[in-house]
């Protein structure tokens, strides 16, 4: 309920220039549109339950407050973060009392991230059974932070982190709202934008700031950056963001897009990301991506990582950033990966296959008596070096599980290979 006085007072600039309907909302047409979900459910006229994921700023309050104008549903806010079973008990008491009258409530519940186990499941017969029209805010993966009970009972839509664009024409209407440009010069207005993240709630915020500033003067970028300190990039290294950046990082580098590799590696750092992560990552690719292709790899990954832990940070990260350079380089095989695969697979179809008996030692005369050890031949014994013998189980023909490529040293462990290969031919003739 607005107080008398309320509509006097003060409003940050978001909150005057919050949209008075869809079509106003920038950067969200996949799903506003006629053709987008929202906007066949606007067509239609009847809502379903949906959960709002998007990055901060992008308009899910928005969006959510304007839905329950446009369906003419009760608008009900909730915020996971200071509300409890209790209080949603009250909501949905409430929501029934006008269900009885025949009015319907939209609930909205942001951060609904925030609600754990129990709690999302205090709702869900309300949900299902019509009670509330649930719209639930995220900025994380509900695959990750939701229950399947609760998802299976709405659809998720995913909103963008708001393009160059589409911060312009806020910057645009916020100039229009105050009556007189932002002052600040060509480079500096993109500075800005860029500082903005893709997030229109911060980027007017800072506007609001800009335009508080003495002066007529257009602040050129240097004097921005004393006047509005660079956003931190959005990163959280125990959720999504790590997963998707390391992900981008080892592509990147299967790519052999080394400069792309090094975009995602500063993100992380930037991110505030253990360093010591992205060592661990470097390791697993140089033998899981590069491998016999380029031995060196492996080599050149633990050295990344010990110089690491004997510089810190900052020094220490530009021999990780060495590491980057050479692994993105490198020829790559996954020949050594896949053939581990291939061994596993074939260990797990043969089941307990005893080794031949020739290749087993006999440290006692029962089991010399069996046989073990006989006909054995020692390679070094032999001009080649090579006995040429069998060293698969009786049962088992021999299984070829490492492929070289033609990439790198791969062509020359090809060549050692086919060597070996003619010698064990040549002795089976024998």
Same mark, same amino acid.
């Given at each position: 309920?607005?107080?008398?006085?309320?509509?006097?007072?003060?409003?940050?600039?978001?909150?005057?220039?919050?949209?008075?309907?869809?079509?106003?909302?920038?950067?969200?047409?996949?799903?506003?549109?006629?053709?987008?979900?929202?906007?066949?459910?606007?067509?239609?006229?009847?809502?379903?339950?949906?959960?709002?994921?998007?990055?901060?700023?992008?308009?899910?309050?928005?969006?959510?407050?304007?839905?329950?104008?446009?369906?003419?549903?009760?608008?009900?806010?909730?915020?996971?973060?200071?509300?409890?079973?209790?209080?949603?008990?009250?909501?949905?008491?409430?929501?029934?009392?006008?269900?009885?009258?025949?009015?319907?409530?939209?609930?909205?519940?942001?951060?609904?991230?925030?609600?754990?186990?129990?709690?999302?499941?205090?709702?869900?017969?309300?949900?299902?059974?019509?009670?509330?029209?649930?719209?639930?805010?995220?900025?994380?993966?509900?695959?990750?932070?939701?229950?399947?009970?609760?998802?299976?009972?709405?659809?998720?839509?995913?909103?963008?982190?708001?393009?160059?664009?589409?911060?312009?024409?806020?910057?645009?209407?916020?100039?229009?709202?105050?009556?007189?440009?932002?002052?600040?010069?060509?480079?500096?207005?993109?500075?800005?934008?860029?500082?903005?993240?893709?997030?229109?709630?911060?980027?007017?915020?800072?506007?609001?700031?800009?335009?508080?500033?003495?002066?007529?003067?257009?602040?050129?970028?240097?004097?921005?950056?004393?006047?509005?300190?660079?956003?931190?990039?959005?990163?959280?290294?125990?959720?999504?963001?790590?997963?998707?950046?390391?992900?981008?990082?080892?592509?990147?580098?299967?790519?052999?897009?080394?400069?792309?590799?090094?975009?995602?590696?500063?993100?992380?750092?930037?991110?505030?990301?253990?360093?010591?992560?992205? $060592?661990?990552?470097? @390791? *697993?690719? /140089?033998? #899981?991506?590069?491998? +016999?292709?380029? =031995?060196?790899? &492996?080599?050149? !990954?633990?050295?990344?990582?010990?110089?690491?832990?004997?510089?810190?940070?900052?020094?220490?990260?530009?021999?990780?950033?060495?590491?980057?350079?050479?692994?993105?380089?490198?020829?790559?095989?996954?020949?050594?990966?896949?053939? $581990?695969?291939?061994? @596993? *697979?074939? /260990?797990? #179809?043969?089941?307990? +296959?005893?080794? =031949?008996?020739? &290749?087993?030692? !006999?440290?006692?005369?029962?089991?010399?008596?069996?046989?073990?050890?006989?006909?054995?031949?020692?390679?070094?014994?032999?001009?080649?070096?090579?006995?040429?013998?069998?060293?698969?189980?009786?049962?088992?023909?021999?299984?070829?599980?490492?492929?070289?490529?033609?990439?790198?040293? #791969?062509?020359?462990?090809?060549?050692?290979?086919?060597?070996?290969?003619?010698?064990?031919?040549?002795?089976?003739?024998?």
């Amino acid at each position: 309920m607005r107080t008398l006085f309320e509509g006097d007072a003060p409003r940050p600039l978001a909150d005057k220039l919050r949209p008075a309907s869809l079509a106003d909302v920038v950067g969200q047409d996949h799903l506003l549109s006629p053709e987008g979900a929202i906007g066949r459910m606007v067509s239609s006229g009847r809502m379903a339950s949906i959960i709002l994921w998007g990055p901060p700023g992008s308009g899910k309050t928005t969006i959510a407050r304007l839905l329950a104008d446009v369906i003419d549903l009760d608008f009900e806010p909730l915020s996971a973060v200071f509300s409890g079973v209790a209080d949603l008990r009250k909501v949905f008491d409430g929501a029934r009392e006008r269900r009885a009258m025949g009015r319907g409530t939209l609930l909205f519940i942001d951060e609904i991230h925030r609600f754990n186990r129990a709690q999302q499941d205090s709702f869900l017969a309300y949900v299902e059974d019509g009670t509330v029209t649930l719209v639930g805010a995220t900025t994380e993966n509900p695959s990750f932070e939701l229950t399947g009970a609760l998802l299976s009972r709405c659809q998720v839509l995913v909103l963008n982190r708001l393009s160059d664009e589409a911060i312009e024409e806020l910057l645009q209407r916020a100039e229009r709202e105050v009556g007189r440009p932002i002052p600040l010069d060509d480079d500096a207005r993109i500075a800005l934008r860029a500082m903005a993240d893709g997030d229109g709630r911060y980027v007017l915020n800072m506007a609001e700031a800009l335009f508080e500033l003495d002066g007529k003067a257009h602040l050129d970028t240097a004097a921005l950056a004393e006047v509005v300190q660079r956003r931190v990039p959005l990163y959280d290294k125990h959720q999504e963001g790590h997963f998707n950046l390391i992900s981008a990082l080892h592509k990147s580098l299967r790519g052999s897009d080394t400069d792309a590799a090094l975009y995602w590696f500063a993100r992380m750092i930037l991110g505030g990301e253990d360093p010591r992560y992205i $060592a661990r990552r470097l @390791v *697993r690719f /140089a033998v #899981e991506d590069v491998g +016999l292709a380029d =031995p060196d790899a &492996i080599v050149q !990954a633990l050295a990344a990582w010990e110089t690491y832990e004997r510089l810190g940070s900052p020094e220490g990260e530009l021999a990780l950033v060495q590491c980057i350079v050479f692994l993105g380089s490198a020829p790559k095989s996954n020949a050594a990966y896949k053939a $581990a695969g291939a061994a @596993v *697979r074939a /260990a797990r #179809e043969t089941g307990s +296959l005893m080794p =031949p008996k020739h &290749i087993l030692n !006999a440290p006692t005369r029962l089991m010399k008596e069996l046989g073990y050890g006989d006909g054995y031949v020692y390679d070094h014994d032999t001009a080649e070096g090579f006995s040429g013998q069998d060293y698969f189980p009786e049962e088992m023909p021999r299984r070829r599980f490492y492929e070289p490529g033609e990439r790198g040293f #791969e062509r020359e462990i090809a060549k050692r290979l086919a060597y070996w290969d003619r010698l064990r031919g040549e002795k089976a003739g024998d």
